[in-house]
């Protein structure tokens, strides 16, 4: 939630609400400081919990209300206008699109890599999802690192300690996911020669991961909706229950919300399993990540960067991605293995200068690969000058390449001429 002051001199600002007591007045000291007049110096205390926000007056001189009607303390919901002097205060829900303000400072959650606004964004809800308790749904395409997500919100949570356990619900048979899930005890169907804990029993005190729960059988869904509502967990074949503290954390690369209006899913479990959700975006809406993911890629391998050319490099960039992060991966590994003439064949983006986009097959493969990679330079560099104008410490910067390699590109597609020596930022003095 955030607070939104709607009038007075402060008009305008808001100020995102944590878990915490807030106090409101004129005394610089306050967390919300208004210059109203008829505010007190200490008017007013919020009491910011997870599920609600209280509105404490604090025995203020003119007093604070709530539909004209003077109250000396209150529970706030969403929408809530509260006046305070003259001035109005509005409780909203916090717009997810105002986190610009709020963007993460990290270029990666655990194995999850990004700099992009885009990832940055979805670092910031995880971060916060993290330090909780609630349960999580992670959405997205396969190969999107639902997985790496998951395992990270465990590792940087309080439970980081306890087990995280992985149920695989697409790759376990349909007869045998209530006892994976739950358990069994011996005899309780042909096969069951001792007892065995369920997945939820292993992860007590830790996180179970659900992964791709939009494949769990709808006669399987009421009985995993009465585990997490309770926490209590019962054997196949057994008679008593047993109690579990577990955090569940649920993946699907299916839209469950189209699965609930077919009748797939039932409604009750998919608004029980998203108290929280985040969608990860595909590797196609942040190419800028790419870089950084190829960089990635090769550390954890043990090779340097040079592992790549530039021209393999700049291939990859231009690439779509179906397959996304794993695809990604997939090709890195088997072109360090074995070299850059196993490099699949890829369609490449479509260049945004107006070309095609695709290699000349009429060409030799290397001079069809470099008039390629020359056309992706030319229209980048001209994009990321215009965009930067003409600067080149700044182009540089965000380039993510040396100043020297920038200038001797530029040099090579006769655009140095649109840069502007001595700009702002830039250092007239360097030599190439």
């Known amino acids: 939630m955030k607070l939104l002051v709607l009038s007075g001199a402060e008009a305008g600002r808001s100020l995102s609400l944590e878990s915490?007591?807030?106090?409101?007045?004129?005394?610089?000291t306050c967390d919300v400081v208004l210059s109203d007049k008829a505010i007190s110096r200490q008017h007013l205390k919020l009491e910011v919990r997870d599920e609600s926000v209280r509105a404490i007056d604090l025995d203020s001189r003119n007093g604070s209300f709530y539909e004209g009607l003077r109250f000396s303390q209150m529970e706030l919901r969403p929408g809530s206008v509260i006046k305070v002097g003259t001035t109005?205060?509005?409780?909203?829900?916090?717009?997810?699109?105002?986190?610009?303000?709020?963007?993460?400072?990290?270029?990666?959650?655990?194995?999850?890599?990004?700099?992009?606004?885009?990832?940055?964004?979805?670092?910031?809800?995880?971060?916060?999802?993290?330090?909780?308790?609630?349960?999580?749904?992670?959405?997205?395409?396969?190969?999107?690192?639902?997985?790496?997500?998951?395992?990270?919100?465990?590792?940087?949570?309080?439970?980081?300690?306890?087990?995280?356990?992985?149920?695989?619900?697409?790759?376990?048979?349909?007869s045998l996911v209530e006892s994976e899930l739950f358990g069994h005890v011996k005899?309780?169907?042909?096969?069951?020669?001792?007892?065995?804990?369920?997945?939820?029993?292993?992860?007590?005190?830790?996180?179970?991961?659900?992964?791709?729960?939009?494949?769990l059988p709808l006669e399987?869904?009421?009985?995993?909706?009465?585990?997490?509502?309770?926490?209590?967990?019962?054997?196949?074949?057994?008679?008593?229950?047993?109690?579990?503290?577990?955090?569940?954390?649920?993946?699907?690369?299916?839209?469950?919300?189209d699965a609930v209006q077919a009748g797939k899913f039932r409604r009750d479990l998919f608004h029980r399993l998203a108290v929280l959700r985040v969608t990860l975006p595909p590797l196609r809406e942040r190419p800028e990540d790419i870089p950084l993911l190829i960089d990635s890629m090769l550390q954890q391998g043990g090779r340097p960067p040079s592992a790549l050319s530039d021209q393999t490099r700049a291939l990859l960039a231009q690439y779509p991605w179906p397959g996304n992060v794993r695809e990604l991966r997939n090709v890195v590994e088997q072109v360090v293995s074995m070299g850059e003439e196993a490099l699949p064949d890829m369609e490449p983006h479509p260049s945004e200068g107006g070309g095609s986009g695709k290699p000349d097959l009429d060409l030799p493969f290397k001079e069809a690969?470099?008039?390629?990679?020359?056309?992706?330079?030319?229209?980048?560099?001209?994009?990321?000058?215009?965009?930067?104008?003409?600067?080149?410490?700044?182009?540089?910067?965000?380039?993510?390449?040396?100043?020297?390699?920038l200038r001797k590109l530029l040099r090579k597609h006769g655009l140095d001429q649109r840069t502007t020596p001595g700009s702002a930022g830039d250092d007239p003095s360097h030599q190439d």
């Not at 915490?20 to 610089?28: F, H, I, N, S």
């Not at 369920?198 to 494949?215: K, S």
Request: glycine share 12%; aromatic share 6%; hydrophobic share 40%.
């Open 369 to 405: 690969k470099e008039k390629l990679i020359e056309g992706f330079e030319r229209d980048y560099l001209s994009g990321l000058i215009e965009r930067c104008e003409g600067n080149i410490s700044r182009a540089s910067r965000e380039a993510g390449i040396d100043r020297v390699y």
């Open 88 to 174: 109005e205060l509005k409780l909203v829900p916090e717009d997810t699109r105002d986190r610009s303000l709020l963007l993460s400072s990290r270029d990666h959650f655990g194995a999850l890599v990004g700099a992009s606004r885009k990832m940055r964004e979805i670092f910031t809800l995880l971060e916060r999802m993290a330090s909780g308790g609630a349960d999580v749904l992670i959405q997205g395409e396969t190969g999107t690192g639902k997985d790496l997500c998951a395992e990270a919100l465990h590792q940087e949570s309080p439970r980081k300690d306890g087990p995280f356990v992985i149920v695989d619900l697409a790759g376990v048979p349909s």
């Open 187 to 215: 005899g309780a169907f042909t096969g069951a020669q001792g007892d065995r804990a369920g997945a939820f029993e292993r992860a007590n005190g830790g996180t179970i991961f659900l992964d791709e729960v939009g494949e």
């Open 220 to 257: 399987l869904q009421p009985r995993l909706l009465r585990v997490m509502e309770r926490r209590q967990v019962k054997r196949v074949g057994a008679n008593d229950y047993r109690i579990v503290s577990v955090r569940v954390i649920a993946a699907t690369h299916v839209n469950l919300e």
């Open 20 to 28: 915490r007591e807030y106090l409101v007045g004129k005394a610089p």
